[in-house]
């Protein structure tokens, strides 16, 4: 295999992993013979992230695991060249097939075979990911709180791993959401925005987040604390922000006089980048954006729901079966949603987005699509939702959500 290779502690030379890990499991089946059950790599190695001094994390199963089988697997080990490098998982092949499901979850996910096979353990649910994710999240709640009150000098470096360990639960997460398990940090990233991006990013890059004072560091533990507890309690990481701290806003189906608020809601909707400047409103007069709310109420899956509060509309999300950016064919209704900027941020774009979907259920529906810029963080919460990308067209996702 091609590509996945790491430096050699103290040197400048490449390593490739899975020359190393073959080379281990020679050595391992002439001391095993026919008790090997299964060898493979995990971790940054396996999948083309590793960084100078990236630990080899070799699993290992046998047939069955004593102390004398411990002791001749550590020989065999030691005599591999970078030896210091090795680390991983070695056990008995039965006793990992009765582990429990949420801790099975990430090894099957994270382990590349180069000999024989896992247990078969059966596919793995999104309960099982989200088990995997609220047991991360609880052990990182746990440390930052005890590294907060005991730790002292050591609380920084503590910080540092629990921010690099917070990519697994994160993976978990992900894969709860949206049955999709990305595999690479650099993958993950595209996907994930509010708490989850951040608590990524600085995991990826502590160098440039580590605390230069006790109230960066207070801030670290902050977020810590409120993504993981999120994580434990809601399932969901504390960027749900509709179940924590969303004003009092009703959603209910748009009045027909309301429907002449679709043309700020259609500008409201275009993705505008900091650098780009205001975008005209004339735009509104482009023939592909009047579809989106000329005539509506005219066709069969023309659909609106609205966000009140304090008695005026600050959102919408509404359907059209028409040529629109998202469309995918004539039969599909296109979902479009947006919010005014100062409504932005609070979860009432996550409760639109679910009501129409329940509507579009009841509706008998069987899917729905959107449009959505790559690099638009509201591709997260539509991901979340269950929509799946089908097509990209000049930097624009096209998904599609199944129903039903």
């Not at 940054?44 to 992230?49: I, M, Q």
């Not at 949206?178 to 600085?202: F, M, S």
């Not at 604390?225 to 189906?253: H, N, Q, Y």
């Not at 309301?258 to 043309?263: F, G, I, K, M, V």
Request: charged share 25%; glycine share 10%; proline share 4%.
């Amino acid at each position: 295999m091609i590509g996945f290779q790491a430096l050699r502690a103290g040197s400048e030379e490449a390593m490739d992993a899975f020359v190393w890990a073959d080379d281990a499991k020679e050595r391992l089946e002439a001391e095993f013979g026919k008790r090997l059950c299964f060898v493979g790599l995990q971790g940054s190695l396996a999948w083309g992230e590793a960084c100078e001094g990236s630990d080899v994390d070799l699993v290992v199963l046998l047939d069955g695991v004593g102390a004398d089988d411990l002791a001749r697997y550590r020989s065999v080990v030691r005599s591999m060249p970078d030896s210091n490098l090795a680390c991983g998982f070695v056990g008995s092949e039965a006793v990992l097939a009765a582990w429990p499901r949420h801790e099975l979850f990430q090894f099957y996910h994270d382990t590349a075979p180069l000999f024989g096979a896992l247990p078969d353990v059966g596919p793995f649910s999104r309960d099982d990911a989200l088990q995997a994710a609220r047991m991360g999240a609880s052990g990182i709640y746990h440390a930052a709180c005890h590294a907060c009150v005991f730790d002292g000098d050591s609380a920084d470096g503590i910080l540092e791993s629990l921010f690099k360990g917070a990519f697994f639960a994160l993976q978990a997460l992900q894969f709860a959401r949206t049955g999709a398990y990305p595999r690479a940090k650099a993958e993950l990233a595209c996907l994930l925005d509010g708490d989850d991006a951040r608590i990524l990013a600085i995991g990826r890059d502590w160098d440039s987040h580590r605390p230069a004072n006790d109230d960066d560091r207070r801030d670290l533990v902050d977020l810590l604390l409120r993504w993981s507890e999120g994580v434990v309690i809601f399932g969901s990481g504390a960027t749900d922000p509709e179940k924590r701290s969303c004003p009092d806003v009703e959603i209910r189906e748009a009045a027909p006089e309301e429907w002449a608020l679709l043309p700020d809601f259609t500008y409201e909707a275009i993705f505008k980048r900091p650098e780009d400047g205001p975008v005209p409103r004339t735009v509104l007069q482009h023939p592909a954006l009047r579809g989106y709310y000329q005539g509506f109420g005219s066709g069969e899956a023309d659909r609106c729901l609205v966000a009140v509060a304090d008695g005026a509309v600050v959102g919408a999300v509404w359907t059209r079966a028409a040529a629109g950016y998202g469309s995918v064919d004539a039969e599909t209704p296109e979902l479009a949603m947006s919010l005014y900027p100062e409504w932005r941020g609070m979860g009432i774009g996550s409760r639109l987005l679910d009501a129409m979907l329940r509507l579009a259920e009841g509706e008998g529906w069987k899917c729905i699509s959107l449009s959505v810029q790559l690099d638009n963080f509201a591709r997260g919460m539509y991901l979340k939702a269950g929509f799946e990308p089908v097509e990209v067209r000049d930097g624009e996702a096209v998904m599609v959500k199944r129903i039903g």
